[in-house]
């Protein structure tokens, strides 16, 4: 299933209750604390649920979950083709 | 219409919110939480073993010749007392009382006052007065009796904290149900709509409509006295602490929803879906560590 940013952002406003629309895509999410631990997990379960690949510790770093970009790529390049 | 009205809710349902806004009309005063209605109810309880009489305070006056209408009239005159008189301090001719942990008390509190008073009953998603509670027992560091005892049954707190609000909203929408003139209210709709439900509410009390009411409520400072501490820290009304249930984790959402979808179906609330797909406790726990791996600054 691809992943629309719409989809996403509609996703953390859900769990963050921020509205991300207001950041850019490139600003900082977890590292900044707009994101935290338990909402991290829950993203990643549900990038798992869409991209049906299973995250593994190489996955799990702030250079493909900090923004709102990094995560579109992540996902992009982990949908099956 | 009576000078009294007792606003009834579950803790953490918006009754300091709407106390706080029924004191800034010109004929209602209302104190901070004075407790004096659950110390009634506490005067008021009774054991009852199968074989025997009720045991209690008003059975046992009963046995010295006071019966319970007396009892009740003598109790209501002490409890409408403070009231009364706090209303004349303030040159008004009404009040409201509210406490946060007097649904817990609703029987006793309806016995004491039914046919007295006119009845506000407050009610709020279950999963955010769950949410809501475990931020106020963080807050204050402990519980309060009427939580305790949930605590002692239920070791996971979150649990605890929904059969509390299951049983405090249950009585609470039972006493809306029943009671004449009772007027049922939601803290979605007082945050969402507050002028629209305060000027409904206002004319359903009798009481005179009042545009500015708002207004000078959220102009007020907190004053010292037992309640919300995070409703004075607002000058403005809204809805953000609406659906915070859904930050919850999801496996407790889902624990939580299996015990109070029932209720909040019965109260109008939509049930809250079970998503069990996510639902993988291990899995979940292995990305936990992952992220926490994540916060380690590299080397």
Redesign the interface.
């Known amino acids: 299933m691809t992943l629309t940013k719409d989809a996403l952002l509609e996703y953390l406003q859900r769990h963050v209750r921020t509205d991300l629309r207001a950041l850019g895509d490139d600003a900082p999410l977890f590292s900044t604390g707009v994101i935290d631990s338990f909402a991290m997990v829950e993203l990643l379960l549900f990038l798992q649920s869409h991209t049906g690949a299973k995250l593994g510790p190489e996955d799990v770093d702030l250079d493909n979950f900090d923004s709102i970009a990094r995560i579109m790529a992540f996902a992009a390049a982990r949908e099956p083709k | 219409m009576t000078r009294g009205i007792v606003i009834l809710g579950p803790p953490r349902s918006g009754t300091t919110l709407l106390r706080r806004i029924l004191g800034a009309h010109p004929d209602i005063a209302a104190p901070p939480e004075t407790y004096l209605l659950s110390g009634a109810a506490r005067f008021l309880h009774e054991d009852r073993f199968s074989p025997g009489l009720p045991i209690g305070a008003v059975a046992g006056l009963g046995f010295a010749g006071f019966d319970e209408a007396e009892v009740l009239s003598r109790l209501r005159a002490f409890v409408f007392g403070f009231a009364d008189d706090f209303a004349r301090r303030h040159d008004k001719r009404r009040w409201a009382l509210k406490t946060a942990f007097d649904a817990f008390h609703v029987p006793a509190i309806r016995r004491l006052c039914a046919g007295h008073v006119q009845f506000v009953c407050l009610q709020r998603q279950g999963l955010d007065v769950i949410a809501s509670l475990e931020e106020l027992v963080h807050k204050t560091g402990g519980y309060v009796d009427e939580l305790h005892a949930y605590v002692r049954r239920h070791p996971d707190p979150l649990e605890a904290f929904a059969q509390a609000w299951i049983d405090a909203a249950g009585a609470v929408a039972e006493l809306a149900a029943d009671e004449p003139g009772a007027i049922a209210l939601r803290y979605e709709d007082l945050v969402r709509e507050p002028a629209a439900v305060i000027a409904d509410l206002l004319a359903r009390l009798g009481a005179r409509a009042d545009e500015g009411v708002l207004a000078r409520a959220l102009a007020e400072l907190g004053e010292v006295g037992f309640g919300d501490w995070k409703t004075y820290g607002r000058a403005t009304i809204d809805d953000?602490s609406v659906?915070?249930w859904?930050?919850l984790?999801?496996a407790a959402r889902a624990r939580l929803a299996e015990l109070c979808n029932p209720t909040l179906v019965r109260l109008g609330y939509g049930a809250v879906p079970i998503d069990t797909?996510?639902d993988?406790a291990q899995?979940?726990y292995e990305?936990?560590l992952?992220?926490?791996?994540?916060?380690r600054p590299t080397s």
């Open positions: 953000s659906d915070r859904r930050r984790p999801a797909a996510t993988d899995r979940r990305l936990g992952m992220v926490q791996r994540m916060r």
